[in-house]
């Protein structure tokens, strides 16, 4: 799912500044540096209205942040060119469409062109019991469909959709960030409580919205929620603990 202008102008600009700070390691990955220089800026993006109402209807009232972090390819760099399902990934076992045990938003600090590398995409992946041999996971896929996201637009991704990052072979650093949310019965990946959230957390928990604590990891029903659906309509159960949670 493509979702238009998540990041403003002078927002991409302030992040790609952090993270250039940061390029001395190829690629390089890290987090902690925005939650730090800008946590209003990355609470509005991890807690986008629009985000958290496509993961509402895709994994219904039991999700939460499980990573933040920035990407970033060197200028001409063809590293991490591989065909691959995200974190918590499976070959799914048929072609009926199972709930993911992740979704990952992609957001992108530049324009994709043929020349920064577009991201790589093989569609109905996530319902398709396909794999890859070693030997062409570098390699073109005659079913791969090319993207082209402009800068500060995101992808919200299925994490058993197979997909790729191109070659970067622009001048500049390609960077991108990746949000990662995940089922609320598993462990999660960021730490809550580490100095870089701990101003996030405390307001989160101040303003005391169930569907932002839920996020971080505060839910006091979430076994309720998940074992609700087990002999009813699911998607009833979700719409009513999601009523629920905007009551509140």
Known sequence: ???DGLLSGTTIDAFREVALSRCE?????FGQEL???YPEAVLSLIANNSVLDFCDAIFGPYYQLDSFSVVGI??????????????????PRGT?????MALNL??????????VGPLRVLPKSHRRPMT???????TPHPEEVLH???RGDGVLIHNNLVHSRSQNQSPHDRIHLSVVYSLSCMRQTIDTSAPALANIVRAVRAVGDPRLLRLFGFDPNYRDKYNSGSVANEKKEWARWLLRERAM
Request: aromatic share 12%; charged share 15%.
């Open 1 to 3: 799912m493509l979702l």
């Open 25 to 29: 390691r190829q690629p390089y990955v």
């Open 35 to 37: 939650f730090l220089s």
């Open 74 to 91: 060197p200028a001409g760099s063809s590293l991490g060119i591989s065909w691959h399902r995200d974190i918590f990934g499976s070959v």
């Open 96 to 100: 009926t469409f199972q709930r993911p």
């Open 106 to 115: 992609l957001v992108y600090l530049q324009n994709l062109t043929n020349q």
């Open 132 to 138: 890859i041999p070693d030997s062409r996971r570098s």
């Open 148 to 150: 082209f996201p402009k």
